[in-house]
Nanobody, 121 residues
Framework: QVQLVESGGGLVQAGGSLDLSCVPN????????VAWYRQAPGQQRELVAQ???????NYQDSVKGRFTISRDNVRNIAYLRMNSLKPEDTAVYYC???????????????WGQGTQVTVSS
C-alpha cells in the first residue's frame, strides 16, 4: 500500500512564498511522473505542474515563472516552490504520483490528501 503525504501549506500574504513537499510512504520500487494539482472552491481540479523521472517539467501558464517543481529521485520526494503568490492561487493543492510498488507489475496513480494554501490580499 502506497500513500502520498503532502505538507507545507498554510496562510501567506500576497507576494509571499510557500514550499510544498510530497513524500510517498510504503514499499516503493520506483516513482515515475509526479504532478501537483489544485482545486479552488467551486472550481474543477486543475494541473499546476508536473515533472517526469527524467526531470522534464510542464507548468500551467498562470504559474510559469513563479512556481518551480522539483524532485529527489533518491529519496522519492517531490517539491513545489511557490513564489509571488496571488490570492487566485488559493486552493487545496494535491500531489499525485505514478508509483510502482515492490512486487507490483507496472505502476498505479496515487493521490495525496491535499494541503490548503491560502493567499491573503
Amino acid at each position: 500500500q502506497v500513500q502520498l503525504v503532502e505538507s507545507g501549506g498554510g496562510l501567506v500574504q500576497a507576494g509571499g512564498s510557500l514550499d510544498l513537499s510530497c513524500v510517498p510512504n510504503g514499499s516503493i520500487l520506483r516513482v515515475y511522473t509526479v504532478a501537483w494539482y489544485r482545486q479552488a472552491p467551486g472550481q474543477q481540479r486543475e494541473l499546476v505542474a508536473q515533472i517526469t523521472r527524467e526531470l522534464v517539467t510542464n507548468y500551467q501558464d498562470s504559474v510559469k515563472g513563479r512556481f518551480t517543481i522539483s524532485r529527489d529521485n533518491v529519496r522519492n520526494i517531490a517539491y513545489l516552490r511557490m513564489n509571488s503568490l496571488k490570492p487566485e492561487d488559493t486552493a487545496v493543492y494535491y500531489c499525485t504520483a505514478d508509483v510502482q510498488a515492490t512486487g507490483q507489475e507496472g505502476y498505479r496513480t496515487y493521490w495525496g490528501q491535499g494541503t490548503q494554501v491560502t493567499v491573503s490580499s
